[in-house]
């Protein structure tokens, strides 16, 4: 037996063991590949790759740690007396070998995969192989097998007393695209259940929870999302915190962390939460651009299709909006800024971003039109007229209040201005650059980071006159984003036309 200890160590959902060279209850000279080892004692056996370490202030020969993940998991105390075993590898192994060999899978062959991955038994190196076998090729069948298995069967959400869901989802990619606190009030205010489930950062400046982060509390459980939608119609909550879907978040840790992004996986996640939250009526908006996660009108044509054949399948009914992906939406890049510019877009402010205030009109009418009782073209005016009204604006207080206002975090006040190195008109904004720009700023790990963008497309600038702004709260990072903005801001301005 070995007596558990923590280890404050965050891997992003990999769970990690710690043992001594010279364990007492494992052979750890016998080692020699990374290993994965089962750890006894909790209710539930927990699954970790193995590590072993020289330094005793890690841990002792006698002592097992675990990375914050695993220890969570495992629910035992420090000093809680555990056994280790080696690991065999999942049956399920063999048939990501088959699909990678090209074979297809039926639908309890993917469900012993997921089921595996949930309980932690891969590698991040097997669900990287499993996502790269997947994304070869995969029939329809295939997809929609895949979808039902990360959505799985006893941790999905009912809404005993709706018939109708509602939500919006974009695919991703475009900077400052915060269109959901927007639309959810919107919709909640016209009266349809909007339980918005949202992400936070995983490589890109911030996600939608990080963003109602900084208005609102975001963790809660199923039970207090049902609460919450039930008296307000609407709510904004992280994924994360509840107990659906599990596999999604590892599938998109590893997807992100590689670089694996195949149209298949991206239709699979997106229904399977979904389907797990029990969304009925669903609006996905692909944006598509040069710099976009979708690049061509084709592209989108083929996920459009795909996730339309499989939201017939699992009974939801899907509207799939292409938008212009070529620029950022709205004027901030970062938690902070982009909480400020959707006030203001609730506010009616007059510098409220127009471009984030219109999308999120056109998307919000998109969903309202799910009404039978409304015409086409009717939902962007009664999207407007609450907008306009201040009744979007006093739906979305109610949900803040009732998921407990937060006190906003203070905007990194190590600034840099960005300025354009010659007259003409800004042509295009590069959003891969953008965001990589405000990742090294810091702003997917302090909500305080970001970019301000001061010039947008098709606005005139001067010569030494600012196009954006970074603010990083740590000086490494604010060193890190100048270094990297001196080669290339993302900003391409062309002459100033004369006529």
């Not at 993917?110 to 097997?126: F, G, H, L, P, Q």
């Not at 208005?215 to 049902?226: I, M, R």
């Not at 999604?248 to 149209?263: A, D, M, P, Y």
């Not at 009108?297 to 339309?308: N, V």
Request: overall charge negative; glycine content about 8%; aromatic content about 6%.
């Amino acid at each position: 037996m070995l007596s558990l200890k923590k280890v404050s160590v965050q891997s992003f959902e990999d769970n990690i063991a710690y043992i001594h060279k010279s364990c007492t209850g494992y052979r750890a000279f016998d080692v020699k590949t990374i290993t994965r080892i089962e750890i006894h004692g909790g209710i539930q056996p927990v699954y970790a790759s193995l590590h072993i370490t020289e330094d005793i202030n890690i841990v002792k020969p006698d002592e097992l740690g675990l990375n914050s993940e695993a220890y969570e998991k495992l629910g035992l105390p420090e000093g809680a007396n555990v056994s280790i075993a080696q690991s065999p590898q999942p049956p399920s192994v063999e048939s990501v070998k088959r699909k990678m060999e090209g074979s297809i899978l039926s639908a309890g062959e993917y469900t012993a995969v997921i089921n595996d991955i949930s309980s932690n038994r891969y590698s991040m190196m097997e669900v990287a192989s499993f996502l790269v076998a997947c994304g070869s090729f995969m029939t329809a069948q295939e997809i929609l097998s895949l979808t039902e298995a990360i959505a799985g069967e006893n941790e999905r959400v009912f809404w005993d007393n709706e018939e109708m869901v509602v939500d919006h989802h974009c695919i991703g990619g475009i900077p400052g695209n915060k269109v959901d606190l927007i639309i959810a009030p919107i919709v909640a205010a016209y009266g349809m259940a909007i339980p918005k489930t949202a992400a936070r950062s995983i490589t890109s400046c911030s996600g939608v929870a990080d963003v109602m982060g900084v208005l609102a509390n975001v963790d809660f459980n199923e039970t207090k999302l049902k609460q919450l939608v039930t008296e307000n119609r609407g709510a904004i909550v992280c994924k994360d915190s509840l107990s659906i879907a599990p596999a999604s978040k590892i599938l998109s840790t590893v997807e992100r962390s590689v670089g694996v992004i195949n149209q298949q996986h991206v239709a699979a996640s997106i229904l399977a939460l979904k389907l797990a939250t029990g969304i009925t009526h669903l609006v996905l908006d692909v944006p598509v651009g040069p710099k976009a996660r979708i690049k061509s009108m084709p592209e989108a044509m083929r996920l459009r299709k795909l996730i339309e054949y499989v939201g017939d399948m699992l009974s939801i009914e899907v509207d799939v909006v292409v938008t212009d992906g070529s620029e950022p939406i709205g004027s901030g890049v970062g938690a902070v800024l982009e909480a400020r510019d959707v006030m203001r877009v609730l506010r009616c402010k007059d510098n409220a971003p127009q471009d984030l205030r219109e999308k999120s009109l056109f998307l919000a009418g998109r969903l309202l039109e799910f009404d039978p009782n409304l015409r086409g073209g009717q939902g962007y005016h009664i999207a407007k007229d609450i907008l306009d009204s201040g009744k979007a604006l006093e739906m979305m207080n109610k949900i803040i209040y009732s998921q407990g206002r937060e006190a906003p975090p203070v905007l990194g006040q190590l600034t840099r201005d960005v300025v354009a190195n010659t007259t003409g008109v800004v042509e295009a904004i590069d959003n891969n650059r953008i965001m990589r720009i405000g990742v090294l700023a810091g702003a997917s790990q302090d909500r305080g980071a970001g970019l301000d963008l001061i010039k947008k497309v098709g606005d005139s600038v001067e010569q030494g006159e600012t196009l954006f702004r970074i603010h990083s709260t740590n000086p490494t990072d604010f060193a890190f984003a100048n270094g990297v903005v001196e080669g290339y801001s993302g900003y391409e301005i062309s002459p100033r036309s004369h006529y």
